[in-house]
């Protein structure tokens, strides 16, 4: 293949300049690969070299051909998503489907594509540590608490949801419409469950739905995650308050991890977050 020399922002000096790889180095600082789930697929999924300097970064939480061409556009040659582009295996590559197409096309226009997943769930301060903080909790501790690691040469703990406090108790109603305004939502999915007044939070971004027993066991008067399922409604009316928000819904703010993370270790790179819309699910 041709080497081909990438787009740099025009106000960008050789000491701003750094390689892909010390960018990726950064985000894996934050949150290890070895946290990551069995199932999952996270890390650098395309990228032809280490070696490559970045022209800037576009973050984005899917990765659609879309998204590709909006990096390009932007001279972006780095794109950092929350969900793996390449998540079950690929047999060829003949651009008959979205994820064909959007590989094809970084590979052409040498960019690189790296996902942060499971590790950014269970990493300290992740997804739904970020959740919390947009609805203003306060104590918030891990749901359940997983294997230690060391961050900026300290010990931290990972593990899988929150939970939280409101700083005084809300009638369910009130707390409700708070939720929609944070998220940005027009509608709830909840089951029957009528609290009396809402403080003790539990929460888990994307599908969380295997953490309602712990969230009940905790004494968590409600617990909040992206997908449920039908089925997992029923049983818990007299024991918990459910709310489904939406996977995509519930990751929104996840970029803004990923931004933090990249400006305070590279506050010099142009890092931007996608204008593209990788939700596939639309409301009418």
């Known amino acids: 293949m041709t080497e081909r020399k990438l787009k740099t922002p025009a106000n960008a000096t050789f000491s701003d300049i750094m390689k892909v790889k010390e960018i990726l180095d950064a985000l894996e600082a934050f949150a290890p690969l070895s946290l990551q789930a069995s199932y999952d697929n996270a890390g650098l999924q395309i990228g032809l070299t280490e070696d490559a300097e970045t022209t800037g970064v576009l973050l984005s939480l899917d990765v659609t051909e879309e998204v590709v061409d909006e990096a390009i556009l932007r001279g ?9 582009l390449l998540f079950h295996p690929v047999k060829s590559f003949t651009g008959r ?3 064909e197409r959007a590989v094809l096309k970084a590979i052409k226009n040498d960019i690189a594509v790296y996902s942060i997943h499971t590790n ?4 300290y301060e992740g997804v739904s540590f970020k959740m919390a903080e947009k609805l203003d909790l306060q104590d918030v501790k891990w749901l359940v608490t997983g294997e230690e690691y060391v961050r900026d040469g300290k010990s931290v703990t990972s593990g899988e949801g929150v939970i939280a406090r409101l700083s005084e108790p809300l009638p369910k109603r009130v707390f409700m419409e708070m ?4 998220f940005q939502l027009k509608s709830l999915r909840v089951n029957k469950a009528n609290p009396k007044m809402v403080q003790t939070v539990a929460l888990c971004g994307g599908s969380g739905s295997f953490l309602i027993p712990q969230a009940v066991e905790a004494g968590a008067d409600v617990f909040i995650t992206g997908e449920i399922g039908y089925h997992n409604f029923f049983g818990y009316e007299h024991e918990i308050m459910l709310i489904e928000l939406g996977h995509h819904e519930s990751e929104q703010f996840t970029l803004e991890i990923l931004r933090d993370v990249i400006t305070r270790f590279a506050p010099a790179v142009h890092v931007c977050r996608a204008e593209t819309n990788s939700n596939p699910i639309k409301y009418l």
């Open 76 to 84: 972006c040659n780095l794109v950092v998503s929350h969900h793996p």
């Open 120 to 123: 950014l769930d269970s990493a």
């Open 97 to 99: 489907n979205y994820v």
């Open 179 to 182: 939720v929609k305004e944070v």
